[in-house]
């Protein structure tokens, strides 16, 4: 029996575009953090033919929700640069200038009318829609690009 905040969390990777990478469910209650190395987990790096290796990303800007010393560890062990403001110690204002772009990528994602609120009762559902959203979010920055 969940006794925590009913609902569902959506966990979004996106690039510093806005476009969404990966996209991800969790119940209400989980934290922010424990949501954070299955999205990284899940993004699939491309092979660079120039250099010869995988191409990875180096910075991970997130807000404060992410700040504990498991993922930034973990992201470390990565090799990615987490730019993650202090609970407490520094304002989350100076990250807003990067912060923005999942904001509205959020914005983007719940302006479906079947994500917000949430109609399905099966989360695989919701998560299949989401997936959907997130796919017309990319159709529509590609033809606005090319046209």
Not at 109 to 115: A, D, E, G, N, V
Not at 130 to 142: D, F, M, S, V
Request: charged share 30%; glycine share 8%; aromatic share 8%.
């Amino acid at each position: 029996m969940d006794r925590g905040k009913p609902g569902t969390r959506m966990h979004i990777l996106s690039d510093r575009s806005g476009l969404p990478l990966v996209v991800g469910i969790s119940t209400g209650n989980t934290r922010d953090s424990q949501g954070l190395k299955p999205m990284l987990a899940g993004l699939h790096t491309r092979h660079d033919r120039d250099r010869g290796r995988d191409y990875t990303f180096g910075k991970l800007h997130a807000d404060k929700a992410y700040d504990n010393p498991d993922p930034r560890r973990w992201l470390r062990g990565k090799h990615i640069a987490a730019r993650i403001a202090h609970k407490g110690i520094e304002s989350s204002e100076r990250l807003w200038h990067h912060r923005w772009v999942i904001e509205r990528t959020m914005a983007w994602l719940t302006s479906y009318r079947r994500l917000s609120p949430r109609y399905e009762r099966h989360s695989r559902n919701y998560l299949a829609f989401l997936g959907l959203a997130a796919a017309l979010c990319c159709y529509k920055r590609l033809t606005r690009l090319t046209t």
